[in-house]
Every structure is written in structure tokens, then in C-alpha cells.
């Protein structure tokens, strides 16, 4: 896991997008700074499982989310904020 990537606001640190990018490239996977910003409003948008979990089912795909500026989808009663450093790889 790769922690310090955002300051507090949640915007990413500088230097950040460009690291990620060279990192996906080494690996044979292809990112763009534009597809960054996207998950990261896909982030703020969705902070719970549930949500963005309906979001995904209520589109064909990532790209057409995307495109619809992630429309709100309501968190249900009590829903905890996902935390990717509580997933276990």
C-alpha cells in the first residue's frame, strides 16, 4: 500500500501523477493524469462501498460514470467510509 500520495484536502502531492504514471508505464499498464483525477472524483463521490458499488451497476461502464460526472448515489444509514489500508493483499 502506498500511503502520503494526498495532502489533508485530498488533492494529490505534487510530483504524485507523474510518479504513478512511470510506475503503471514500468509495469506495462497505461495511466494518464486525466484518468488520476477521475478516480480521485470517483473517490469523493462514492466514499462507501455501497455507493460506489451502485454507481457501477447503474452504468456499463467506467467511462460512461465518468462522463455522467459521477451522479450522487446516497450511502445507506450508518455506512462506514471505505478504507482501502484495511483491505488485506
Not at 510506475?23 to 480521485?40: N, Q, T, V
Amino acid at each position: 500500500m502506498v500511503s502520503g500520495l494526498t495532502i489533508p484536502a485530498g488533492h494529490i502531492r505534487h510530483g504524485t501523477a507523474q510518479r504513478l504514471i512511470e510506475a503503471s508505464a514500468r509495469d506495462g499498464r497505461a495511466l494518464s493524469e486525466r484518468e488520476i483525477r477521475y478516480r480521485l472524483q470517483a473517490g469523493r463521490a462514492y466514499p462507501t462501498r455501497d455507493q460506489i458499488g451502485r454507481a457501477i451497476a447503474d452504468f456499463s461502464t467506467w467511462y460512461d460514470l465518468a462522463f455522467a460526472n459521477f451522479p450522487a448515489f446516497p450511502a445507506p444509514e450508518g455506512a462506514l467510509p471505505y478504507d482501502p489500508s484495511c483491505v488485506g493483499f
